[in-house]
């Protein structure tokens, strides 16, 4: 018997989850499904990206649709398109062998026209980005009346992008919902004030400690280097990985496109995403790197929050992120799926300070490389 089966999951489900080689629950799995199968009231869940956050809402939320009723019954609100492309992809892939559940995925950046036009099909749940969810909502191009269940995903980097006011809109028109799930990887003075206005005083919380969020199939690595030694030993490690695909991290935008431009040169095929591609620019990089056309990314912590991309072997740090959460961000990228995956950090100067306060809260050990 499937360990999913025991925490409530149809067999249905489990049988396409199971195709995508997703067959062990994750922490964060073991944990939230039998909340949101139980009971689908408001729950605010802190989490990273990567632990497998979109089983835990996407399942319960599957479950709860009649698809009988050709009325949208759920809403998903993500901070980017890329995001909302995603996770309407990974609900159609999980009911292949289940009920019909049509889900609709709305965004900035592409003809409204088109999302109207999609919407007056039948649609059960819909993922979207704030602001486009407002503008389809002004044209009364979608009918929210119906919706019983309101899931936030990434819900700090939605207000970190200014959708405050959106969101206020959105959780006031849909006030006869049964449920809001909010997942954050923080929980700040904004994050808190939308749980204290929009959910209820009765909110179950669950907060993961450090070694549950981290994903226990990623291997972390350090190599001590000088900062000038950095490129050469980034290319040897990317000719060494064969056909394997990963990503490259940089904290400063010059940073990153100056590592891609030494990649590309060497003949290391790589895009780059920085703060100051524009969103055609930007969808073109992702698209060729989903494609094969480039086998590696290298990215600012800021431009790559939104984006899942699937089959990375491993994660490289050209430094370590400022910031704690960003290297759970970071190295989440990679062992997705039930996969093991790489994470390696090149360390100079008093990064190894910062690498062992890493290895203290996330309960982590990083290997010599």
Sequence with gaps: MSEFSTLGVSDELIRGLNELGIVEPTEIQLKGLPLLLD???????RSETGTGKTVTF????????????????????????????QIAKQLFKFTKYYHK???????????IALHVQSLKRTTHIV?????????????????????????????????????????????????????TWLFSATLPDDIQRLITNFMSHKSRHLM???NEIMNRAITHYFKTCKIEEKFGIIERFLRGRKDERGMIFCRSRAGAVNL?????????????????????????????????????????????????IENLAFVIHHQLPDQ????????????????????????????????????AKLKIRFRQF
Aim: include cysteine.
């Design 39 to 45: 009971d689908t009231s408001d729950l605010v869940c």
């Design 127 to 179: 993922v979207a980005t704030p602001g486009r969810l407002i503008d389809l909502m002004k044209l009364k191009a979608v009918d929210l009346s119906e919706v019983r269940l309101v899931v936030l995903d990434e819900a700090d980097e939605m207000l970190s992008r200014g959708f405050g006011a959106e969101l206020d809109a959105i959780l006031t028109h849909t006030r006869h919902r049964q449920g």
């Design 260 to 308: 891609a431009e030494h990649l590309n040169q060497a003949g290391l095929t790589c895009g780059v995403l920085q703060g100051d591609l524009s969103q055609k620019e930007r969808e073109r990089v992702m698209r060729m790197f989903k494609r094969g056309e480039t086998r590696f990314l290298v990215a600012t912590d800021v431009a790559a929050r939104g984006i899942d």
């Design 324 to 359: 704690l959460e960003y290297y759970t961000h970071r190295s989440g990228r990679t062992a997705r799926a039930g996969k093991s995956g790489v994470s390696l950090a090149l360390i100079s100067g008093s990064d190894r300070k910062r690498m062992e306060l890493i290895e």
């Design 58 to 85: 996407g399942i319960p939320l599957l479950q709860s649709i009649d698809p009988s009723l050709a009325r949208i019954q759920g809403l998903i609100l993500v901070p980017t398109r890329e995001l909302a492309k």
């Design 208 to 210: 993961l400690s450090g």
């Design 101 to 111: 559940v049509f889900t609709e995925a709305v965004y900035g950046g592409e003809d």
